[in-house]
């Protein structure tokens, strides 16, 4: 089974920046899909960005020239720098990974998901 493990989160005030890190194990396929997405309680789960296997990386709309995604130096890991952070920005993030699926706006589609690294950002 995959395991997904995330960290880096934490509190920051509005204008500051994080940088989330995912650390993926027990992979037994060479290419596939991880992200990002997000969730506040009673809300839906919200993309963030994805890094598909060919290098390819989409973000969400509202995400787009503040959020950064990137690979590290070992395949596995997965980067997610925040930038301009709001309050709103504030929510459980997790890491996501798939052998197939890759679109940033279908969280359904996922199938491993890490247990989540929270984010709070303060005005």
């Known amino acids: 089974q995959v395991q997904l493990v995330e960290s880096g989160g934490g509190s920051v005030q509005a204008g500051g920046s994080l940088r989330l890190s995912c650390t993926a194990s027990?992979?037994?396929?060479?290419?596939?899909?991880m992200g990002w997405f997000r969730q506040v309680p009673g809300k839906e789960r919200e993309g963030v960005a994805v890094?598909?296997?060919?290098?390819?990386?989409r973000y969400a709309d509202s995400m787009k020239g503040r959020f950064t995604i990137s690979k590290g130096n070992a395949e596995n890991t997965l980067y997610l720098q925040m930038n301009s952070l709001k309050p709103e920005d504030t929510a459980m993030y997790y890491c996501?990974?798939?052998?197939?699926?890759?679109?940033?706006?279908?969280?359904?589609?996922?199938?491993?998901w890490g247990q989540g690294t929270q984010v709070n950002v303060s005005s």
């Open positions: 027990r992979v037994f396929f060479s290419s596939y899909c």
């Open positions: 996501v990974l798939d052998r197939w699926a890759c679109n940033v706006r279908r969280a359904d589609d996922f199938k491993h």
């Open positions: 890094f598909d296997g060919d290098g390819t990386t």
